[in-house]
């Protein structure tokens, strides 16, 4: 990035931050360009520049003759989802209707709109990098790597995301690592590794829902916990369920989880991390969007961060990120289970594929990664606020929504009497998918998400 985008880009963020934190209010005039050129110092092509980007996002909008404007519509006039609370959950057995299959066979579906799936779109990957690595490959080098592998990963592969982890996890090295076929596997193999079936996992409510089909082949009884839209897991209603239920493993994503958006601060990762350390129950993060934060410079806090008792088993992809075909995941299980997830891992896929371990090892040794997600996260979060902008616009009085720090998922309540599962068919013969909420829970919740 050459100094004169950084710059543009730089005040477009800046701007966008204080319309977004109401300095600047819907429908109020911004600073002229020439107003911002004199008193920046910057040219006007710069100002000019992060006009258009703004514009682009959808949070100013010009005006013949006058100048730029907020738009009438703020993100901020916005109330968050209000999620029920009642007693605490009872473990639940999973069993899912038809409507699962549904959904996944919509998302799929050559014509269809699909904006029930959290897939990256492939024009937003590096393609052209991996592209270019994989013509430079010679017949000699292709011969090594087109073998099976070893079971634990590509050891330089290792290394790369051991080098990812500065700053989150001092003490993660290549040797801590085992490489998987995606997340999903590494998910899997953690929960094995800990859990029977019958067994009962505390889960967030609501949940990827594709856990849910893991949880019902793998015989795992769950019990739900409240899960806050902006603030995460209810650590309280943690507690309180944990004094009535044999609770054996636990599996919460932390950062911009699958389907709130929602980001745990540190304080509360730190509470959860530490009540769970006192019971010597695990848990396993699912960290996969843990890239794909809009805010700051850093990736936010691993709960990884804050055990003490080698108690959290981290996992995560770069599927969201870089290349969800290459299915190129990892668990990080602690000295405490690393031998019995590196067994499961020989025992039932053997290994990962070794080609895309050398390519992705290859992109990320060569600074392209930062790069890349630099300009993911942007593009991102200006098709999310398009996004929340277009729900506040043209979706009915009472509409609910969290506008979320990272990630790129919406979590929509909708008015009073609106059910998702009758929406859902509706867009489905429109040939747009959608995810209903209550398809997000085993028991029956968040039908009017």
Known sequence: MDEKQFR?????????????????????????IRQLHRRLQLSISTVY????ELETVGL??????????????????????????GKPAKPRKVELDGMVNSVLTAMHTPGILSMASSATAPALLPFRRFTRILKTLSAA?????????????????RRQIARRTLGVMPDASAEAII??????????????AVLSPGDILAIEAPTHFGFLQLFRELGITVVEIPTHPRDGV????????????????CLFMPNFQNPLGALMSDERKERLVRLLNRREIPVIEDDICGEMFFEGNRRPALLKQFDRKDLVMTCSSFS?????????????????????????????TVCTAMLDQYVMARFLA?????????????KIRQQMTKTALAVEQYFPPGTRLAVPRGGSLLWVQLPRGADGATLYRQALERKIAILPGVVCSVSGQFRDY
């Open 8 to 32: 543009y880009q730089h005040l477009a963020e800046e701007i966008g931050t204080k319309i977004r934190n109401g300095t600047y209010q819907p429908g109020e005039k911004l600073p002229s």
């Open 49 to 52: 520049q992060a006009f258009v």
């Open 60 to 85: 100013i909008e010009a005006r013949p003759r006058s100048g730029y404007y907020v738009r009438p519509v703020s993100l901020k006039s916005f109330r968050p989802p209000v999620h029920a609370t």
């Open 141 to 157: 080098e292709m011969e090594k790597r087109i073998g099976y592998g070893v079971p634990q990963g590509d050891a330089e592969l």
């Open 179 to 192: 490489i998987t076929n995606g997340c999903s596997e590494a998910v899997s193999l953690c929960l094995q």
């Open 234 to 249: 209810d650590a309280d209603a943690l507690e309180e369920i944990l004094k009535q239920t044999p609770v054996q493993c």
């Open 320 to 348: 969201k990120t870089l290349a969800p075909g290459f299915r190129i995941g990892w668990a990080i299980p602690g000295k405490r289970f690393r031998e019995k997830v590196l067994r499961l891992k020989a025992g039932t």
């Open 366 to 378: 060569d600074g392209s990664a930062e790069r890349h997600l630099r300009s993911l996260r942007q």
